[in-house]
C-alpha cells in the first residue's frame, strides 16, 4: 500500500495518505471553480483511515453542497492552498486535491464530474466519462 506526501504552497501544512485512490476524477462543480479560481479541480477520493496531517493546523470552511450534503474544504490559512474536502455523509473518504500531492504525476482522471456546471471554453477530455452531477453506481 503506498503512502503518498503532500501539502500546501507554504509547506506550513504536510500529510501522509496512505492506500489507493477509491475514484480520480476532475469536478466541475462552482464551488471547486469559485474556491481554486480553475474551470475544474483534480481530486482523488482516498481513505480517510490513511491520511493525516502530520504537521501544521489547517482551517477549514464548511457549507452546504449542491447534493445539500455539508462539506468540509480544508485549506492552509497561512497561503490558502485548497488540501481536500470531506462529506458528511461519506466520513470513510478524503477528497485530496491531487496537485498538493509532492508528485501528482501518477494520477489518472476516471470522469469529469459536474459537468453541469463546465465552464464552455475548458477542455475536457472526449474520452472520460462525463456526468451531469455525481455518478451513481459505484460505492464512492
Not at 482551517?59 to 445539500?68: M, T
Amino acid at each position: 500500500m503506498p503512502t503518498r506526501t503532500g501539502g500546501c504552497l507554504c509547506r506550513a501544512v504536510r500529510y501522509e495518505s496512505a492506500g489507493e485512490p477509491q475514484f480520480a476524477l476532475q469536478c466541475h462543480c462552482r464551488d471547486c471553480q469559485l474556491q481554486s479560481g480553475a474551470p475544474h479541480v483534480a481530486a482523488v477520493r482516498m481513505p480517510s483511515a490513511g491520511f493525516r496531517i502530520v504537521r501544521g493546523s489547517p482551517k477549514r470552511y464548511v457549507a452546504k453542497a449542491d447534493s445539500g450534503n455539508e462539506i468540509t474544504r480544508v485549506f492552509c490559512g497561512d497561503c490558502g492552498t485548497p488540501i481536500y474536502v470531506q462529506v458528511s455523509t461519506r466520513p470513510d473518504i478524503v477528497g485530496v486535491r491531487v496537485c498538493t500531492f509532492d508528485d501528482a504525476s501518477w494520477f489518472r482522471p476516471e470522469a469529469n464530474i459536474f459537468v453541469k456546471s463546465a465552464q464552455p471554453w475548458d477542455h475536457r477530455d472526449p474520452a472520460l466519462p462525463a456526468f451531469a452531477t455525481y455518478p451513481t453506481g459505484k460505492a464512492y
